[in-house]
């Protein structure tokens, strides 16, 4: 049986869980204790970061992407990548606007209302350090740990002046996907797309499970909440994508936030790689935070870190569209959606992953 380790707080490891639900995939799930990190995750994959996942045959397999892309040649049963070249491309870009983009609304609300929330997640990381000691214990614990955790709230550019904008611009991205999920189970019809696992980590982990924005959710946006507790029910998913590649209406708006908000950031993030790595030439290992750059969320401007593992995530949908024979109907989505020309144009740098770090393609 598969062994996930993570955490039922942990945003990436909820993409992980719901994927092997939904796929109806047996796993035993392990709590990511300091003694698991000391005793296995450190050693088996070099890094601190979960989930992580060990295999029958004892692999172990780390980064949700990473993860899903490597089950999903095991389990090709109801793929999460629908066959048609406009759905297949905008679910890997909800994917991208979910792991890379919603960690800033994920953030925000867990750590900018502690009277609601404090007590919550201050006993859930103790739990981890010290999972059989005192609850009071346990906060004091957690408090120590979640800091390292709250400090970095200002690199993704949440200030005191921006935060009624995140808050307004979230608020609509509830509003847009509670009228989709209104007439759609999932993104793109009767199953979850890659997209659906992109959105359902900061959307379960965060923005449901914390007590501050889970009240939000329940309050403006139920029929959310209901595609959220479909995606972490423990029932497979076996409907079918919508037929014709249709891409619902409903969804427009959606993708045309991402298009405002993050594509910029991602494009910008490209050319800073490419001026950091004429700085490092003998870099292949890629930095994680490069500088500080601007961006813009309903017409207030901040600053935030520079952040280039988006771009690994980015090509991902960048090569999908590079490998179609046929892109008239895709390239008219993109005009739709506010994408103009920029998937069509590339990217300056090709990143992989080796030994589940960022590095530059050779």
């Not at 935060?163 to 509003?175: H, K, R, T, V």
């Not at 890659?194 to 359902?200: A, K, P």
């Amino acid at each position: 049986m598969i062994k996930l380790y993570g955490s039922q707080f942990s945003l990436f490891t909820g993409k992980v869980r719901s994927y092997l639900n939904k796929k109806g995939i047996e796993f035993e799930e392990v709590t990511s204790t300091l003694k698991v990190y000391k005793n296995f995750i450190i050693p088996r994959t070099g890094v601190r970061y979960v989930p992580v996942i060990q295999t029958e045959n004892d692999t172990v397999i780390q980064d949700s992407t990473v993860i899903i892309d490597s089950l999903e040649a095991d389990y090709p049963e109801r793929s999460v990548y629908p066959e048609t070249p406009k759905q297949k491309l905008a679910s890997m870009l909800l994917e991208v606007y979910g792991d890379e983009w919603l960690v800033i609304p994920a953030m925000h609300y867990r750590w900018n209302f502690p009277a609601q929330n404090e007590k919550f997640i201050y006993t859930a990381f103790g739990s981890m350090v010290l999972p059989t000691a005192p609850k009071f214990i346990q906060r004091l614990v957690g408090k120590k740990v979640g800091s390292k955790f709250k400090g970095f709230v200002p690199r993704l550019g949440i200030t005191a002046e921006n935060i009624p904008a995140l808050e307004a611009s979230y608020e609509q991205l509830l509003s847009d996907l509670n009228t989709h999920f209104k007439q759609h189970d999932y993104l793109f019809g009767g199953r979850p797309s890659i997209g659906d696992f992109g959105l359902i980590g900061p959307m379960y982990a965060h923005l449901y499970r914390d007590p501050a924005p889970g009240e939000l959710m329940q309050r403006i946006a139920p029929e959310v909440c209901k595609w959220v507790e479909r995606m972490i029910s423990t029932e497979v998913a076996n409907g079918e994508f919508l037929a014709n590649d249709e891409v619902p209406a409903t969804l427009i708006p959606v993708l045309q936030r991402m298009a405002n908000e993050q594509l910029p950031v991602l494009l910008d993030t490209d050319a800073r790689l490419t001026v950091w790595r004429t700085e490092n030439v003998d870099a292949r290992e890629v930095a994680r935070f490069i500088g500080m750059h601007k961006f813009t969320v309903e017409k207030v401007e901040a600053e935030r870190a520079v952040l280039p593992f988006s771009l690994w995530m980015f090509r991902r949908p960048v090569d999908f569209y590079q490998s179609l024979n046929d892109t008239s109907g895709v390239d008219e989505m993109l005009l739709e959606i506010g994408f103009g020309t920029s998937i069509q144009s590339g990217l300056q740098n090709q990143l992989s992953r080796a030994n589940n770090v960022i590095v530059f393609d050779q």
